[in-house]
């Protein structure tokens, strides 16, 4: 159902941000302080209690994630805000960076208390140069009003919070990677475990969060963590509250909307996007950034034996509430939350082909099965497209997507491979055409 | 010749360092701020000041270097240019966008103009995709372009000095 709202980016058409006396007014702050006034386990179940499901890609816990966190004890604790936005196709974390970047410092403020940190660091991607300059002059009103620094609120709890930026390298998004590259070195993934809750940002207990589920601590906190959760259709999932929907590719209205959580693809694609370019077909969606395997407005979703899908079998995936676990259920993944669309215009092999090119670009090189296979993807890729590829060569291709999934250090291998196996299942006949005869039952463009 | 900072940018460095529990952790944002005190580019030099800033070893900064794609281990032109590829750009047409900037400026992708003026590459998704098609200058975004504004644009950079810094 659609239920827009407006508490993540209330400024969301104003380009100049929104100033700290405009964010105190409308109650902001009000949540880090009442933060600062409870045991800090009470701020970590209120943020249990509202069921916010990362919003950077994984869609785990926020609060369970929180409650690895040891004790605060001998070494210091660390918050890391994951900010290095580069999944193909996302583009909301931004959006909260430059519009209401109060809101993510205040859960930042809030963040450190619940996980016993005195530190955050929020890695921003060196590109977003607006949302890294709208950061740091809201840590410098925040100092200045004195919710941060020695004395947040009155309490003699420090918190400190810096801006640090990689210098571009999609892999460093990855947690570990990411926490690699604050440490000064290459952005390479580490191998877990051990987990950062135990040994993350210099070898102490960390947590590495999404901006995005940052600023939502802080509704959580506002609204109270219940009440938070059930503003989502997906309550029962476990799926709470609000969050930003991205919609780009072949739509009239391309931009980011915010809504419940349980918002369907469908909503996201006719209502708030618009609709198709020119009222064309859609062909496919691909759901939340370029790591999830795309899906066919064909498909019907079939989830046997669990009874919170009876509504929803037999329907269309368009059809299916926006969620982690919902979306998991039909062989893909929520991801960012930023769908990409693809009218009959755009040939889904030279989609594939772009995106292939994207993760042979950005592996990182140290697992052989990720290097070699997305290279390896590339070349048949190519070849497909050249129309000199053999049909052995494509069932090679999902063979060697089949082999780096599961058998690499981070995530990016299954990243790629997914995709790459999903657009051949689904349209294999555009495959095999390029294969027999050169392409010519395609469009052989993406853009309209 | 060694390569130094003034003493403003001496004063940057202290706070950057401050910010960390160690020394290392200070490498990529110092390596950012002597890229741009140097013309764009980390050479040599850049690397052992680095390194004797921070108590690493030269090999340790040059594996930084080399891993990150947006410090340069070559000079670039004077404005750097980046056309993003990635495909929600490229279902609205950023191969029209490089193409057109291929023809105007006389270079491929990853070449510099004979005038050492603008370095033109391809970037991958650079979080703009809601407005695509869309190129970074320097550091600017130019979102939803069109044809007719990249002309524009790229007009800009011939006859002004210096874009934003
Ligand atoms: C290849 C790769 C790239 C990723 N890129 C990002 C990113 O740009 N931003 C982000 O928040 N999470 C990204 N993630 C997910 C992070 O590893 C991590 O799960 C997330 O930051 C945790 O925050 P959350 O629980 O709040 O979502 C990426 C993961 C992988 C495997
Ligand atoms: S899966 Fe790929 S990106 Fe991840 S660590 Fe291995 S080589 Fe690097
Ligand atoms: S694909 Fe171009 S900005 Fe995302």
């Known amino acids: 159902m659609l239920n827009r709202t407006d508490l993540i980016i209330k400024s969301q058409d104003r380009t100049d941000g929104q100033s700290i006396s405009e964010y105190i007014a409308a109650g902001g702050y009000g949540a880090a302080e009442k933060a600062f006034s409870m045991p800090r386990e009470a701020v970590v179940n209120e943020v249990k209690a509202a069921h916010i499901r990362g919003r950077g890609g994984a869609g785990f816990d926020c609060g369970i994630k929180w409650g690895f966190m040891p004790q605060p004890g001998a070494r210091p604790h660390y918050l890391v805000v994951n900010a290095d936005e580069g999944e193909p196709g996302t583009f909301k974390d931004r959006k909260i960076m430059e519009q209401n970047p109060h809101l993510l410092i205040e859960g930042c403020i809030i963040g450190c208390y619940a996980i016993g940190a005195h530190a955050c660091y929020i890695y921003v991607r060196h590109e977003l140069h607006l949302a890294k300059e709208r950061l740091w002059t809201a840590i410098e009103q925040a100092k200045d009003k004195g919710y941060l620094g020695k004395h947040p609120f009155g309490k003699s709890y420090p918190v400190d919070i810096w801006v640090h930026t990689g210098a571009g390298a999609y892999i460093c998004g990855e947690e570990t990677a990411l926490l690699n590259s604050l440490e000064g070195k290459r952005g390479e993934p580490r191998l877990k475990p051990p987990f950062p809750a135990q040994a993350g940002a210099f070898d102490c207990p960390t947590s590495v969060n999404n901006v995005e589920t940052v600023a939502a601590v802080t509704l959580a906190l506002r609204s109270g963590g219940d009440a938070f959760s059930r503003m989502s259709l997906l309550h029962e999932f476990n799926d709470g509250g609000v969050r930003l929907f991205g919609v780009s590719g072949h739509v009239k209205r391309p931009g980011i909307y915010e809504a419940a959580v349980g918002l369907t693809l469908r909503e996201l694609i006719y209502d708030l996007g618009g609709g198709i370019l020119d009222d064309r077909p859609m062909i496919g969606v691909i759901p939340g950034g370029s790591s999830c395997p795309i899906l066919l407005p064909s498909e019907i979703v079939d989830v046997p034996g669990d009874r919170r899908f009876e509504p929803f079998n037999g329907k269309s995936v368009l059809d299916l509430p926006m969620g982690v676990d919902t979306f998991r259920s039909i062989g893909t993944m929520l991801g960012t939350c930023c769908a990409i669309v693809l009218s009959d215009a755009a040939d889904p092999v030279l989609a594939c082909r772009n995106l292939m090119q994207f993760y042979k670009h950005e592996s990182c090189g140290q697992c052989t099965p990720c290097r070699e296979g997305c290279g390896w993807l590339d070349r048949l890729l190519e070849k497909i497209v050249a129309g000199t590829a053999t049909m052995n060569e494509l069932n090679l291709a999902s063979e060697v997507a089949s082999n780096i999934a599961g058998n690499t250090i981070c995530a990016f291998g299954d990243g790629a491979a997914g995709p790459m196996l999903a657009f051949v299942q689904k349209f294999r006949a555009s495959f095999e055409d390029y294969i027999q005869s050169g392409g010519s039952k395609q469009t052989r463009r993406l853009a309209l | ?165």
């Open chain 2, 1 to 165: 010749m060694a390569f130094s900072l003034t003493s403003e940018q001496s004063a940057e460095l202290e706070q950057i360092v401050a910010r960390y529990p160690v020394k290392q952790a200070a490498c990529i944002p110092l390596l950012h701020l002597c890229q741009r005190a140097n013309g764009n580019w980390i050479s040599d030099e850049v690397i052992l000041f680095v390194a004797e800033q921070l108590n690493l070893s030269p090999s340790h900064v040059t594996g930084v270097v080399s891993f990150y794609s947006l410090l340069n281990e070559k000079p670039p032109g004077k404005h750097q240019v980046w056309v993003c590829r990635t495909l929600s750009c490229a279902l609205r047409g950023s191969e029209a966008i490089l193409k057109h900037c291929e023809k105007r400026l006389g270079i491929k992708s990853g070449e510099t103009t004979s005038d050492g003026n603008v370095t033109l590459r391809t970037a991958e998704c650079l979080a703009s995709c809601g407005s695509a098609p869309m190129l970074q200058i320097d550091e600017k975004y130019h979102e939803n372009l069109t044809v007719e504004r990249l002309d524009t644009l790229l007009e800009s950079l011939r006859s002004e000095p210096k874009g934003t810094p």
